[in-house]
């Protein structure tokens, strides 16, 4: 199992930034694939990005996708969202989330295949 811990929410307003960082322990880093979930207020946790264990390979929910960035740093063991021009609809409770993946290339995008979770950071964005 792998501990994650999330850092960089915060408030900020419509077409604002935020970097968010995901620093993991207690395992290789190198042998998880990575990924970001949200979960807004009465909603389901969604995916918002994913990450495979080389960084080769990305996944975006169609509602980010131009706008938020996932990226790695196996070295510093950390994984990192940029999020950028926010609009309230992104606001919610950000997870990160790890899974022990076979291929450097491959990824998963669905919440029911990730063993490690964070415990959230709070992202609001104000119009």
């Known amino acids: 199992q792998v501990q994650l811990v999330e850092s960089g929410g915060g408030l900020v307003q419509a077409g604002g930034s935020l970097r968010l960082s995901c620093v993991a322990s207690?395992?290789?880093?190198?042998?998880?694939?990575m990924s970001w979930f949200r979960q807004a207020p009465g909603k389901e946790r969604d995916i918002v990005a994913a990450i495979s264990r080389s960084g080769t390979t990305t996944y975006y929910a169609d509602s980010v996708k131009g706008r938020f960035t996932i990226s790695r740093d196996n070295a510093k063991n950390t994984a990192f969202l940029q999020l950028n021009s926010l609009t309230p609809e992104d606001t919610g409770v950000y997870y990160c989330?790890?899974?022990?993946?076979?291929?450097?290339?491959?990824?998963?995008?669905?919440?029911?295949?990730?063993?490690?979770w964070g415990q959230g950071t709070q992202v609001t964005v104000s119009s």
């Open positions: 207690g395992r290789t880093f190198t042998l998880y694939t």
């Open positions: 989330a790890a899974r022990r993946f076979a291929a450097a290339t491959g990824l998963y995008t669905s919440s029911e295949d990730y063993t490690d």
